[in-house]
């Protein structure tokens, strides 16, 4: 299937491991063009050179944190100033902090809603003008289960996935007639270092082994077994594509089964 990605160009945040960087090879398998952005150069030089390496397609590596607004218009303003445009922008970034509320503060709410919310805004309000103008863009967010079926202990991912949602769903009804789809992914339980990080978490809270809680999560999963990164890349290649010209403001899991809900 051609899903008609050769000559797009692409920019994949926290691309330098984990969902975003599955999702960046993913892309480049299908003849994308690549800006890739990351807090940590090293990891990020590595992930590029591997991706162009493979796939014989031109790679961008920014680093930066997309927390930062002027890492943001640094990353935006590399990525138009090589390529000139950017038709596909996948937001993505590390999960906040595990926590209850009444162990956050407010200098944890704000770290969050920055990295988790606000650079979702900013990455778009920097490259949508572009999509509008030349009628064409696809915008898809990396968010988590957690806005279908919050996740215990996860009060700042929870909350603020949730305000992605709202925000991508009454954008996807204002660009739609500009030929811009705005739609979210919602990964469950994959084989990340995000999901390592959660598994060590609950075994200090509880005081277990991080594998015991990486079993607990399988057994709640109709598949028994965590998510693998290229599963989830599959679901972005292809809402990236030319294939989904008319699906826009949906939120779609990637998760097993795990979620219960109809909708």
């Not at 920097?126 to 957690?146: C, D, F, H, K, Q």
Request: glycine share 8%; aromatic share 6%.
């Amino acid at each position: 299937m051609d899903f008609g990605l050769k000559g797009k160009v692409a920019l994949v945040a926290a691309a330098s491991r984990g969902l975003g960087r599955a999702v960046a090879e993913e892309l480049a398998a299908e003849g994308a063009a690549l800006v890739l952005c990351a807090r940590a150069a090293g990891p990020l030089a590595e992930a590029c050179a591997h991706v162009e390496r493979t796939w014989d397609v031109p790679v961008l590596g920014v680093a930066g944190d997309v927390s930062s607004s002027e890492d943001v218009t640094r990353i935006a303003g590399a990525a138009l100033e090589r390529f000139g445009r950017v038709d596909i922008l996948v937001t993505n970034a590390g999960g906040p902090p595990a926590g209850t509320f009444e162990t956050l503060s407010a200098r944890d709410w704000e770290a969050a809603t920055r990295l988790t919310l606000t650079s979702v805004l900013e990455l778009v309000r920097a490259v949508l003008p572009g999509m509008r103008e030349r009628r064409w863009g696809r915008i898809l967010n990396v968010t988590s289960i957690a806005v279908k079926q919050p996740v215990e202990n996860l009060m700042l991912s929870n909350s603020l996935r949730a305000a992605v949602t709202g925000f991508a769903r009454t954008l996807a009804d204002e660009v739609a007639v500009d030929g811009v789809t705005v739609n979210n992914l919602l990964p469950g339980y994959t084989r990340t270092e995000r999901v390592e990080e959660l598994a060590r978490a609950a075994a200090a809270r509880e005081g277990i082994k991080a594998a015991e809680a990486r079993a607990r999560w399988e057994a709640e999963i109709p598949m028994r077994r965590l998510g693998e990164p290229r599963e989830f890349a599959a679901l972005a290649a292809f809402l990236a594509s030319e294939r989904a010209s008319y699906i826009t403001g949906t939120s779609i899991t990637v998760d097993g089964g795990w979620v219960r809900s109809l909708f």
